[in-house]
């Protein structure tokens, strides 16, 4: 895996599998990963001068205990002692956005546990609707403690990670990705949507969740950056949501709704 560190440009204008920008607030750092060098050579020679770094990236193992009832690693070989005998996710460090280690999707991981465990006498009833699923590991991590899952994504390369951590974590027919488009294609009926997406995304969505919160739906948001919270709540509230847990990691926040 390839790594390419530049200084402010925007994501939507790189021709690549996937970028990542680092340390929001100080100076940008963008992350490009891509499997070939080449694009990012490519690349390089184009914007001259403005990119700072070219690197390969060795992926270290990283394991994040999420309570006792989950613990999300990428390689199990290396899992610490302690973390033996909790149930465990496994999730590939590739080209998808959603290891588990970015502070949004650890705040999601920590409220969806936080729901499967509500329902933990019929966790099998319990849908879950996991919308930019990116890697499939939150939408993986509900399957891992009991629910059914559906993960969309408009990315196709996400799609086929979600998948490739869906066969090696064996979860089989309680799972399916998709293709597809939140702002274009119908959300079905659901128990739970999580959706680790972007705060403007995410306003945009809202007002197309109607049917769910009048069907009883639990809303989890994520994404969401220090500033852009309360223009979420209130929109959120205005829809008649009724906010019942506010996350903050870092600059990020995550928040629960549910029906009133
Ligand atoms: C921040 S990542 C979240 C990944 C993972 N769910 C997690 O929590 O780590 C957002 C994902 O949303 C996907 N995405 C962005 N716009 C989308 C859209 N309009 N429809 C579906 N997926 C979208 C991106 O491709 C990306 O994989």
Known sequence: ?????????????LPLPSAQL????????????SPKILPLRKLQTRLKG??????????????????YDLVVTSDARFL???????????????????????????????????????????????RVLDLGCGTGVLGLA??????????????PVAVQEAERNLRLNRLGKRVCFRQRDVLRDAVPGTDLIVANLYDHLLLHL??????????????????????????????????????????????WFCLQFSAR
């Open 50 to 67: 403005r990119i700072r770094k070219l690197h390969q990236r060795k992926p270290s193992p990283f394991h994040l205990r999420i309570s």
């Open 80 to 126: 610490p002692k302690d973390f033996r005998g909790i149930p465990r996710l496994q999730i590939r460090a590739g080209p998808a956005f959603g290891t588990g280690e970015h502070a949004t999707t650890r705040l999601c991981l920590r409220y969806v546990v936080q729901f499967m465990r509500k329902h933990g006498s019929r966790p099998k009833s319990c």
């Open 142 to 155: 509900a399957a891992r403690l009991g629910a059914r899952v559906e993960g969309w994504d408009s990315d």
């Open 22 to 33: 680092k340390r929001p607030g100080q100076p940008a750092v963008l992350q490009i990963y």
């Open 206 to 251: 809202l007002p197309r969740f109607e049917p769910h919160r009048r069907a009883g739906t639990t809303l989890l948001l994520s994404g969401i950056l220090k500033g852009q919270e309360n223009s979420i709540i209130r929109t959120a509230t205005k829809l008649g949501w009724k906010m019942e847990h506010r996350g903050r990691l870092g600059r």
């Open 1 to 13: 895996m390839y790594v390419l560190e530049t200084r402010t440009l925007a994501t939507a204008k």
